[in-house]
């Protein structure tokens, strides 16, 4: 275990409180007019899977678990879960529905996102940071519709929706930030 200061806390970091262990979903830093900057920390208790927050002053220590972060392939999913392997050790590890959350619509076979491992379990996932998919319907193009700030809703392949700009039409690959969901650019495929 290693001390933090609470404001160095990101998406992903294994920290221990009360005795257990936690993965941070979420951390924010605030800094108020008056009074002490505190951090505010959405983490998901590893053991149960129950979702906590907790704020902390932005100088207070946080024991920080020692979490080995490797580079995994995605292979499938099943009733078990999801599934992923070691491209160096060919080792397989599962993942639950729970554990990946709304991440798993962008999880496409053969991507390598970044595991968190600790004893041997995976508790945390990180995606690339961009993706790319195929438009599957979008309304068509409204001529004259040509201002730049201008954007029309679309479905995706992962059946997630997207905003895109209007010259994309169905059947377009397009590149998606896997943070929010938002437009990139159109896929240089």
Known sequence: ???????????????EADGKLYVVL???NFHPGKGTPVTQVDMRRIADGVKVSER????????????????????YEDGEGFHFMNPETYDQVSMTAEDIGDQKAYLQ???VVQLSIYNGL???IELPRLVTLEVMETEPV?????????YKPAILSNGLRALVPPHINAGTRVVI???DGSYVERAKD
Do not use: C, Y
């Open 122 to 124: 995976a508790i945390a």
């Open 56 to 75: 902390w002053r932005t100088t207070e220590q946080v024991e920080r678990a020692f979490v080995e972060d490797r580079p995994h392939s995605f292979l």
């Open 1 to 15: 275990m290693v001390k933090v200061i609470a404001s160095s806390l990101r998406k992903g970091n294994v920290v």
């Open 26 to 28: 979420t951390a924010q």
């Open 109 to 111: 076979e053969g991507m």
């Open 142 to 150: 409204v001529k004259g519709q040509t201002a730049s700030s201008s």
């Open 177 to 179: 930030m896997t943070e």
